[in-house]
């Protein structure tokens, strides 16, 4: 799947324009990519029956669209078929990626923080009914998760293919969010005897533990052991 070509940078609208802090927003192409890609879970977000759901799930990226996918009965899924839109089904989304950097501590309870990088995706989650692109899609949401995975386990066969619904959300309306740095107090609090500063979070792989029924012998993957 090729990605189509296009600006360095996303067009802004209405829903993409932050009230506050416009000077933290982005819209430049590739630090959305690589925000997207730095993570594998996502908040996707749409109404249901009048009333606002937000559900956590994975995802994947190929290029300008990002792929999700659930069983054929779950509730984004069942929408996303069900709802016309301009002649198409599809559902009315909101999709949201974050990525906690650090804890942001001041003097002034106020002035606490966190360093971030978030991106925001509006727009219609059309259902993918094409083949290869369902293939496709769900070896990127395999591999997005762990690069390389998706080569090394059985692909899916018929029954579960029918049981599986897969989502594709093209990036247009889209814009990111980053907050780095330390706190920033008020002067009249900097000779408080409050520490202050940022206390870093990581995350990481650890150890890879074996299944209890895996083979004797069976080797452990290069991918799962050079992170």
Do not use: Q
């Not at 927003?25 to 997207?36: F, K, W």
């Not at 509730?75 to 996303?80: D, E, F, G, H």
């Amino acid at each position: 799947m090729t990605a189509p070509t296009a600006p360095d940078a996303y067009a802004t609208t209405d829903r993409t324009v932050p009230t506050r802090a416009r000077e933290r927003a982005s819209y430049d192409r590739e630090v959305v990519h690589t925000i997207l890609d730095a993570g594998c879970v996502c908040h996707l977000g749409f109404i249901r029956d009048g009333a606002p759901v937000v559900l956590p799930t994975l995802y994947g990226r190929v290029g300008e669209s990002l792929y999700v996918h659930g069983s054929t009965g779950s509730r984004p899924l069942r929408s996303a078929a069900e709802r016309p839109d301009d002649g198409e089904p599809g559902l009315a989304v909101c999709l949201t990626v974050t990525h906690v950097d650090g804890l942001v501590l001041a003097r002034s309870a106020f002035h606490h923080s966190i360093n971030y990088r978030s991106v925001v995706v509006h727009g219609t989650a059309r259902p993918v009914l094409d083949a290869e692109e369902r293939a496709a899609a769900l070896d990127a949401l395999v591999d997005h998760v762990l690069p390389g995975r998706a080569a090394d386990s059985r692909r899916a066969n018929a029954k579960e293919l029918a049981a599986t619904a897969v989502l594709r959300l093209d990036l247009a309306e889209v814009s990111a969010k980053i907050r780095t740095g330390g706190p920033s107090d008020d002067a009249e609090d900097l000779a408080l005897p409050y520490w202050s500063g940022v206390l870093p979070v990581t995350s990481g792989y650890g150890t890879p533990v074996p299944a209890d029924d895996l083979a004797p012998g069976t080797p452990v993957p290069d991918y799962l052991t050079r992170h």
